[in-house]
């Protein structure tokens, strides 16, 4: 019962982002939906875990598809309740990290709006080379408990697949960027902290724009330029900027300079590594930045970046050490909770291909655009909803878990002092405490009421959570 009432903590914030109190309850269904269901099958498998009437399936898809919940509202609260709420953030020189990666999940569905066919850079032989399907960017935190580090998610948009106007000429990395601003951290110092296809001038020139500073790792055909030396006597024209440049792999040539270190990343311990660093101009920022080249027993070798001159090199490695941590978010978002499992379909739009690129719809009727909206605003609220369900299972594996392992009932053999419960070890304890929820509603009694009263008692699950 306490696991639940600290649920409700984190859940209760959220009710701004809503229009009417009711949608507020049906958030709260689904909220509840995400954190116990044991499959995976879209909008039902709320059905079936609640123990739901079936009148209920149909409510449920008029909530994702209506405008009374405000997606960019319910994002800002819900990072904002992130940073305010949770004791344990990650923060280095005083600013919290933040997390992105691009995600893509496959879709089958041919009358889905977005769903292109993508090409999937991974050099798993478990994946295709190219599926159809959604291709998102994300966005998370980090947090820690004791020796256990996460990325909660705070939020995910869909950036490709459809194009209203063939005057946007917005890329991905634009899109990050609008989506970092989606969050309205920037009153807050951070550091984003991202791979190699990020370290570009449009996403390091805007966040040092707001403030913020990059953390990321660059390729090794990069180069560097040392200042160009000021002239003995002035002369017509802009002065020099560029020295001599210097190909940034060729800072591995010379081993015997460089500085030892252990590592500090994640999960190695007893590790040396060499370091050098320099200060170097990077052309497309156009200004200095600061380059650490890292020399890895048995990774090989790596070239980091930073915008941040006062960054001391041991922490750009234990910070992009730490950028792992949103695929580990990843894998869980699609195989516990299910965030990315939609299956919304657009009856009026025109099929795809089986090599369907970008939708064009500056040609369509404005009564077709809008339905695509619709079913793209309906996906985005199925995916942020499922992301803040996770971020809340993983709030209270890292503040309470020893609430968490009470309710468990069960056993891993990796349970491990200092470790916090994974997403689906909380989803059990969770799940193993609802009807105790239920039964006494005194933390949140209008939810409770209003799942009681849907309660379809032919059911057995219903039953369970009635008894």
């Known amino acids: ?37 044991e499959d995976l099958w879209g909008v ?34 819900w990072a904002a309740l992130v940073v305010n ?14 997390v992105g990666d691009g995600l893509k999940v496959g879709k089958a569905g041919k009358k889905m709006p977005g769903v292109k066919r993508l090409h999937q850079q991974s050099e798993s032989n478990t994946k ?6 959604h291709s998102c960017q994300a966005v998370g935190i980090l947090a820690q408990h004791l020796s256990s580090v996460v990325a909660i998610p ?13 005057r946007d000429q917005r890329t991905l990395l634009d899109k990050m960027v609008l989506l ?18 990020y370290a570009s001038r449009k996403i390091a020139l805007p966040l040092l724009h707001l403030g913020q500073h990059l953390v990321t790792r660059v390729r090794n055909n990069a180069v560097g330029y040392f200042p160009a030396p000021a002239p003995e006597r002035r002369k017509r024209g802009r002065p020099k900027r560029y020295g001599q440049k210097i190909g940034l792999k060729t800072l591995f040539d010379n081993p015997s300079i460089m500085q030892t270190l252990e590592s500090p990343v994640y999960g190695e311990s007893g590790i040396q590594l060499g370091v050098w660093t320099a200060d170097l101009l990077w052309r497309p920022v156009g200004i200095l930045v600061r380059f650490v080249a890292v020399l890895h027993p048995t990774r090989g070798r790596l070239i980091l970046m930073t915008t941040d001159l006062h960054m001391a090199p041991i922490d750009v490695i234990r910070l992009y050490g730490y950028r792992f941590k949103i695929e580990v978010s990843f894998k869980s978002a699609l195989r516990v909770v299910g965030a990315f499992v939609y299956h919304f379909w657009m009856a009026a739009m025109t099929p795809i291909t089986r090599k369907g690129r970008n939708q064009y719809l500056h040609r369509k009727s404005s009564e077709y655009r809008d339905a695509v909206r619709r079913k793209l605003d309906a996906y985005h609220r199925f995916i942020q909803l499922g992301l803040i369900a996770q971020g809340i299972m993983l709030a209270l594996a890292t503040t309470v878990p020893h609430l968490v392992w009470a309710s468990f009932g069960s ?24 009807p105790h929820f239920l039964a006494d509603s005194s933390p949140a009694p209008d939810i409770a009421k209003f799942i009681q009263e849907r309660l379809d008692l032919s059911k057995n699950q219903a039953q369970r959570l009635a008894a």
Do not use: K
């Open 1 to 37: 019962m306490r696991l639940w009432c600290e649920w409700w903590r984190w859940c209760a914030p959220l009710r701004g982002a809503c229009a009417r109190y009711r949608t507020f309850l049906w958030m709260g269904v689904v909220l509840v939906g995400f954190c116990v269901r």
């Open 44 to 77: 039902t498998s709320f059905v079936r875990a609640l123990g739901l009437e079936a009148v209920c399936y149909d409510r449920l898809l008029d909530f994702f598809h209506s405008p009374a919940l405000d997606v960019q509202v319910l994002t800002r609260l």
């Open 85 to 98: 709420l949770h004791p344990g953030l990650v923060r280095c020189n005083g600013r919290l990290v933040l």
């Open 128 to 133: 295709p080379e190219y599926i159809l399907g």
């Open 154 to 166: 705070l939020a995910a948009r869909i950036h490709e697949g459809v194009v209203f106007s063939n």
């Open 180 to 197: 970092l601003d989606a969050l309205a951290l920037d009153a807050l110092s951070y550091y984003f902290v991202a791979d190699a296809y």
């Open 411 to 434: 056993w891993l053999r990796t349970i491990r002092p200092g470790i916090c419960p994974s997403e689906a070890v909380v989803a059990i304890a969770l799940r193993n405490a609802l």
